[in-house]
């Protein structure tokens, strides 16, 4: 791709040869010089609709070498330098066409590049006028300006006012942040849980769609753990609202599973390299392990509005089992998010360490809290919803430990490849 924009480049030299040598080309152009704002106009123009600041500017050096903007090289750089600017202008469509149909952040920072060019260039436009940034440009190029050298003065040109531009911006960088954000709003649907790095433009491109699509798991992740905690805290509080909250963070996990099966589906049809065909069917099996995490904390949360209904409680030995469980099933939760973010195979060995105190806790929790209902200090319904609590934990480590054996296993699943579930708004 690289090579083919020098390729490129010479078609245009042959293409704009007889641009050079035209009088009227040339008073167009010098008329241009003299007016810079309207030169900036047209090099934004040029490059919106070549898409490519590089070709532009590319072009605008060929007309330069080859005499368009006249014979005083000098003169030919300050005319040449407006155009340039307004590339930095153009360029930033680009951006903006492919954040269109894009979530919240895309949009934003396609506006912060378009806010960091123009405003660049405005902060630039008085030196341009007066001529000094050319000046400027002359006096630090080592060479002496002529048909040889103004191409690349044009290019030093374009280097120095981006490496300003930069330097500028750069302790305002908070600022920017804050302005776009006030700027672009968030449609509805954007605030939503929901993936945010799923864009169809990359599957182009499978290593990188793979990338994101394992960000969004380690998102779904941390939801699937925010709808456990909640499930959790709900039975052990007799708290209403944290249960209610569970099943609203469980339509989060569906809205999860399905776009990234979705996607990883779609990623799929294209041609992929034998590693990304390899971690596939893996990812596809650990968004359903996490989505069945989400059931189970539903299943919790149903049990918990049972010991609600029936006024039941648990005895203090039956809170601090429950508690021991969530501590384990929650740092058994923090070694597997952080196994998927850094593919940390020591953290998934830590989680198996705690599936094995979790079956061990079932055990010995089933035991002791039958021993409980004998001797009469809870009553049979309450200790029937103290286990169904036990074991439901107990599926969630077993889900865990398959993500777990995942990353250890480096992605790869020698098992059955789950099944890609169709849906009528699978990305095309």
Not at 167 to 190: K, N, Q, S, T
Not at 207 to 236: D, F, H, N, P, Y
Request: proline share 3%; hydrophobic share 50%; charged share 20%.
């Amino acid at each position: 791709g690289f090579g083919l924009l020098f390729v490129g480049i010479g078609f245009m030299k042959d293409a704009f040869e007889p641009l050079e040598h035209s009088r009227r080309v040339q008073e167009l152009f010098v008329s241009l010089g003299h007016r810079p704002f309207l030169a900036i106009l047209a090099g934004t123009g040029i490059t919106m609709l070549l898409q490519s600041s590089s070709a532009a500017i590319a072009i605008v050096q060929l007309l330069a070498v080859g005499g368009a903007f006249g014979s005083d090289w000098h003169v030919a750089l300050n005319i040449a330098i407006p155009f340039v600017l307004g590339s930095n202008i153009g360029t930033t469509i680009t951006a903006q066409l492919a954040a269109i149909q894009t979530n919240v952040n895309a949009r934003r920072a396609a506006w912060a590049h378009t806010v960091f060019n123009i405003a660049g260039v405005a902060m630039g436009y008085p030196f341009v006028h007066l001529g000094w940034f050319g000046t400027f440009v002359s006096a630090i190029c080592p060479w002496t300006l002529g048909p040889t050298t103004i191409a690349m003065s044009i290019a030093v040109a374009h280097t120095a006012f981006k490496l300003a531009d930069a330097a500028i911006w750069l302790p305002m960088a908070g600022l920017l942040e804050r302005f776009v954000v006030r700027v672009v709003r968030e449609r509805p649907g954007d605030a939503a849980m929901r993936p945010i790095m799923l864009e169809k433009h990359l599957l182009d491109t499978p290593e990188i769609a793979l990338e994101q699509s394992k960000r969004e798991i380690v998102r779904m992740a941390k939801t699937a753990k925010r709808a456990l905690c909640a499930s959790i805290a709900g039975i052990a509080e007799n708290d209403a609202r944290k249960l209610a909250a569970v099943r609203e963070i469980e339509d989060f996990i569906d809205c999860f599973q399905l776009e990234i099966t979705s996607y990883l589906s779609a990623l799929s049809s294209r041609h992929l390299s034998e590693e990304v065909s390899i971690e596939l069917p893996v990812l596809l099996h650990t968004v359903n392990d996490l989505e069945r995490i989400g059931d189970h904390a539903v299943n919790i949360a149903e049990i918990a509005e049972r010991k609600m209904d029936q006024k039941l409680l648990f005895t203090e030995s039956a809170l601090a089992e429950a508690d021991r469980l969530k501590r384990e099933v929650d740092q058994m939760f923090d070694y597997i998010i952080g196994a998927l973010q850094n593919n940390d195979v020591e953290q998934a060995k830590s989680a198996l360490t705690n599936e094995k105190h979790l079956n061990r806790m079932q055990i010995e929790f089933r035991r002791s809290h039958v021993d409980r209902m004998r001797d009469g200090l809870c009553t049979p319904e309450g200790g029937l919803i103290f286990i169904d609590l036990v074991d439901n934990i107990e599926k969630i480590g077993d889900h865990l430990t398959n993500i777990a054996q995942a990353v250890i296993g480096g992605l790869q699943w020698a098992g059955v490849e789950p099944k890609i579930a169709q849906n009528p708004h699978m990305i095309d």
